[in-house]
């Protein structure tokens, strides 16, 4: 099985892949990461190339594609918000077995994982984001907006909804399972 998760940034869509990843002993890769190791270069510096994010994921999806052909099982992927866009949704309909994965949450229960990452992709430790909290709070509740024309594209929609970790991730390993057990039972159906 290969699962997808797509949703805004930091909605927990790495926390979600590693709990996934470990339950069920799958492969895990955090699709920004895997950029910059391909390229051997951060993300920022990767992203001041381009002139626009859409030629960013023209020359990315090539990576994507790589993934998607080298693991053909036992995957699970987190892609950034842009991870249903054309680029990457056109080499998913080639893989009509990977399991897309809308991970979501309100934007206040959002402003609480809020991460903050240097030019060198490091952690910013305590990055005190208070002083400016309407400005984030804003700018989650715009990029919910934005992506969510192409984040409904996913096959399950699942809402945190302000869970701890653990038990979205539970829960969200049960969705996919129901998921997984409907999907076969109609195709047994219509043999």
């Given at each position: 099985?290969r699962i997808l998760l797509v949703g805004v940034d930091c909605v927990g869509k790495d926390t979600l892949g590693k709990f996934l990843t470990e339950?069920?002993?799958?492969?895990?890769?955090?699709?920004?990461?895997?950029?910059?190791?391909?390229?051997?270069?951060?993300?920022?510096?990767?992203?001041?190339?381009?002139?626009?994010?859409?030629?960013?994921?023209?020359?990315?999806?090539?990576?994507?594609?790589?993934?998607?052909?080298?693991?053909?099982?036992?995957?699970?992927?987190?892609?950034?918000?842009?991870?249903?866009?054309?680029?990457?949704?056109?080499?998913?309909?080639?893989?009509?077995?990977?399991?897309?994965?809308?991970?979501?949450?309100?934007?206040?229960?959002?402003?609480?994982?809020?991460?903050?990452?240097?030019?060198?992709?490091?952690?910013?430790?305590?990055?005190?984001?208070?002083?400016?909290?309407?400005?984030?709070?804003?700018?989650?509740?715009?990029?919910?907006?934005?992506?969510?024309?192409?984040?409904?594209?996913?096959?399950?929609?699942?809402?945190?909804?302000?869970?701890?970790?653990?038990?979205?991730?539970?829960?969200?390993?049960?969705?996919?399972?129901?998921?997984?057990n409907e999907t076969s039972n109609t195709v047994q159906e219509q043999e």
């Amino acid at each position: 099985m290969r699962i997808l998760l797509v949703g805004v940034d930091c909605v927990g869509k790495d926390t979600l892949g590693k709990f996934l990843t470990e339950k069920w002993n799958y492969s895990y890769i955090y699709f920004i990461w895997e950029v910059e190791k391909r390229s051997g270069e951060y993300i920022e510096a990767i992203n001041s190339k381009y002139l626009t994010n859409q030629a960013f994921r023209n020359d990315a999806k090539h990576i994507f594609s790589s993934i998607m052909n080298d693991y053909k099982d036992n995957l699970v992927i987190a892609m950034p918000s842009s991870g249903l866009f054309r680029e990457y949704y056109s080499i998913l309909k080639n893989h009509p077995d990977v399991i897309t994965v809308w991970v979501k949450d309100y934007a206040k229960n959002i402003m609480k994982r809020l991460t903050f990452y240097d030019e060198e992709s490091k952690l910013i430790p305590d990055y005190d984001y208070e002083s400016h909290y309407d400005y984030y709070y804003d700018d989650v509740k715009k990029d919910i907006e934005y992506y969510r024309a192409t984040h409904k594209k996913a096959k399950i929609h699942f809402n945190i909804n302000g869970m701890n970790a653990k038990d979205a991730g539970e829960a969200l390993a049960a969705c996919i399972m129901e998921y997984v057990n409907e999907t076969s039972n109609t195709v047994q159906e219509q043999e």
